[in-house]
C-alpha cells in the first residue's frame, strides 16, 4: 500500500495543527485489521474505541485508543509496552469501563 504524505509549507506556525487539518483520516477505513474487533450496537456493527495492537519492537503490545489516536490510559498509567497476554486483559478492563461490553 502507497501513503502519500503532504508535507507541511514552512511559512506554517503549527505542524501539527496544519497535519491534522490536512492528512487523510485512515484510522476507520475499510474492514478492521486482522486483532481488531467489532462491537454490535442497535442492529449495526460498529468499531471498538479500543483495539489490541502490536507496539514497534517485537513482543511489545498496546492497546490503542481510537478516538484520542494514541495509547490508551487507565488509572494514569500509559498502555503500552505489554504482553499480549496483558494488553488483552486491560482492554476488557477498559471496554468494561467505557460500557462497551
Not at 504524505?5 to 496544519?18: K, L, N, Q
Not at 442497535?42 to 517485537?58: I, K, P
Not at 485508543?65 to 486491560?90: C, Y
Request: proline share 7%; with cysteine.
Amino acid at each position: 500500500m502507497l501513503i502519500c504524505v503532504r508535507i507541511p509549507p514552512a511559512s506554517v506556525a503549527e505542524p501539527d495543527a496544519w497535519i491534522k487539518k490536512h492528512a487523510p483520516d485512515m484510522s476507520r477505513r475499510g474492514s478492521p485489521a486482522p486483532g481488531e474487533d467489532r462491537v454490535e450496537g442497535e442492529g449495526q456493527m460498529t468499531e471498538s474505541r479500543f483495539l489490541v495492537r502490536q507496539g514497534a519492537e517485537h513482543g511489545q503490545w498496546m492497546v490503542w485508543d481510537r478516538d484520542i489516536r494514541r495509547p490508551a490510559k487507565l488509572k494514569r498509567v500509559l498502555a503500552s509496552g505489554l504482553s499480549e497476554e496483558q494488553a488483552q486483559e486491560l482492554l476488557v478492563q477498559l471496554r468494561l469501563a467505557y460500557g462497551e461490553e
